[in-house]
């Protein structure tokens, strides 16, 4: 683990194709949270930053990316998604250092994003309008057109993928995307600026300004010059980026987290479901919008789950991400502190088991043991709120109608999974559960670049990934045209 693999400029913002310095001449710190020490200085992006970004970005729709069609965009696109896998090992470097995710789980980060360039920029020439049959004398058509600039506000725990899913599919569109990272994780959002640059992506198209929520993040939501504006990150920060759009009447895209379960019947096969109900539990260490933190269980098959699960806690290995353990640190010591305070809460709760950290894990690192309760009320608050650490609760339930009441009963819904093998139940509780997506006998925890993913209620609203994603960053105009 090393500086040696940030080739690009951590002090500088990439506006108009070129790193540029920030008019606030101040850095922040980015800290490695496997060991808690400091890697690099990044530039403190400012309000004046995003001004210039919007502007660079107007500037490129005026110009040749302005005019470029589907396919040379396709191409672009295509080109960078292979700069991406030629560079695997150092973006996967980069992202385990920066974020603490295992170097697998990275290294999977680096060929999703891939992936969305890949996908994006084969789909966006089938991104077509329909004609209308209409009165006598009339041909009506449709038209997809690009917003213009978008503004994209990402969190820390995926930021690759969060980028591929976004950014990639604005600019798929013809937008011209504005990019602020998370002031914890930016590293990533930085070497792709670079290799979009290499990739021959026009000035201006894209346009990367690091910094703080509350500054860069909040100028970037509140500048009239923006069209569409996608946040993925924490219900408060989304409720007031949606009020920041409000102001001017620009739509949102919110991806806000949930609390989601995964549903398991006296007829499922729960040695098959045993990997998914854990996994999707401690993957990126619980730092998953789409994680997995309740697991319902049918009193028959009950105290099976809890033992066969229990027992793959008891050996979840936590350490540094380039150890490639199961489990790494958290993003940050504030995150630690937030986790704790809900294992705090958590006392007096059966605990199932717990998973070890490695003796030779640095004691500056994030580190929590991730924790598995059981025998938890559904209104218990650790079966409510999102927690965003390694814990999983297990909720006991004795018929279909109170699993479901117990599913959708939190003020989120981002994903659900049923594990039965009753085809008509799988059908039934696809409909029933409140869940932008709905898992039958598997649980895909952020994967699917093919696979429209968002939410409801507190979860959010609007849909990224899939072909959604490319009607979500573009919008329809009806042309009517009279001709007698
Ligand atoms: P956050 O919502 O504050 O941060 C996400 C992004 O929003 C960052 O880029 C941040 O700089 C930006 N931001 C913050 N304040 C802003 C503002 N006023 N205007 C514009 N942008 C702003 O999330 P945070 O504080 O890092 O994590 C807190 C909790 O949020 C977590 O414990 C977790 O529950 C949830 N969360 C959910 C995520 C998801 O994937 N759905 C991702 C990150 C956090
Ligand atoms: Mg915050």
């Not at 069609?69 to 396709?74: H, I, L, N, Q, S």
Request: aromatic fraction near 6%; include cysteine.
């Amino acid at each position: 683990m090393s500086s040696e693999d940030i080739w690009f400029d951590t002090r500088r913002c990439f506006i108009g194709g070129a790193w540029v310095e920030s008019d606030s001449g101040e850095d922040l710190e980015l800290t490695n949270p496997s060991n808690g020490k400091i890697i690099c200085s990044i530039v403190r992006g400012n309000t004046a930053d995003i001004e210039r970004a919007v502007t660079a970005a107007s500037k490129a729709l005026e110009d040749s990316w302005g005019r470029m069609t589907a396919p040379e965009r396709g191409r672009i696109l295509f080109r960078l998604g292979q700069l991406v896998l030629d560079n695997t090992e150092t973006l996967a470097r980069l992202e385990a250092m920066d974020v603490g995710k295992p170097l697998t789980q990275a290294r999977a980060d680096v060929i999703a994003l891939a992936r969305y360039l890949e996908f994006y920029g084969g789909a966006v020439d089938k991104v077509h309008g329909e004609t209308i049959p209409y009165l006598d004398g009339y041909t009506v058509y449709t038209l997809r057109e690009r917003h213009g600039v978008t503004g994209h506000i990402i969190p820390w725990n995926y930021p690759m993928q969060i980028i591929g899913r976004s950014v990639g599919a604005a600019l798929a569109m013809g937008n011209a995307a504005v990019l602020k990272p998370a002031e914890e994780a930016c590293l990533t959002a930085l070497a792709f600026a670079d290799l979009a640059r290499q990739a021959g992506l026009p000035a201006g198209a894209l346009n990367v300004v690091p910094g703080l929520g509350a500054e860069a993040g909040a100028a970037l939501t509140q500048h009239p010059g923006v069209q569409h504006i996608s946040f993925t990150g924490s219900v408060g920060v989304g409720k007031l980026i949606q009020a920041a759009a409000a102001q001017n009447v620009v739509p949102v895209t919110l991806e806000l987290g949930g609390k989601s379960p995964q549903l398991v019947f006296e007829d499922a096969d729960v040695e098959k479901a045993l990997p998914f109900l854990v996994n999707a539990g401690i993957q990126n260490a619980g730092q998953t919008c789409s994680a997995s933190s309740r697991i319902l269980v049918h009193s028959s098959r009950y105290d099976e789950v809890v033992s066969k699960m229990a027992a793959r806690y008891r050996n979840l290995q936590v350490g540094p991400a380039m150890d490639d353990l199961d489990v790494g640190p958290l993003i940050s010591q504030r995150q630690k502190t937030i986790v704790e305070g809900f294992l705090e809460r958590g006392k007096g709760l059966e605990v199932a088991a717990e998973g070890d950290i490695t003796s030779d894990a640095p004691s500056d690192g994030a580190y929590v043991r991730p924790t598995l309760y059981s025998g938890v009320s559904p209104d218990h608050v650790l079966a409510q709120q999102e927690i965003f650490g390694p814990v999983q609760v297990i909720i006991p339930f004795s018929d279909e109608e109170e699993a479901v009441r117990i599913a959708n009963g939190t003020p989120f819904g981002l994903v659900a999974s049923v594990w039965s093998d009753s085809g008509a139940r799988q059908m039934r509780l696809a409909k029933k559960l409140r869940a932008g997506q709905v898992f039958l006998n598997n649980y895909g925890a952020g994967g699917g670049v093919e696979l429209p993913f968002g939410g409801a209620g507190l979860s959010g609203h609007g849909r990224e990934k899939g072909f959604e994603a490319l009607y979500g960053f573009s919008t329809l105009k009806t042309v009517a045209a009279h001709h007698g």
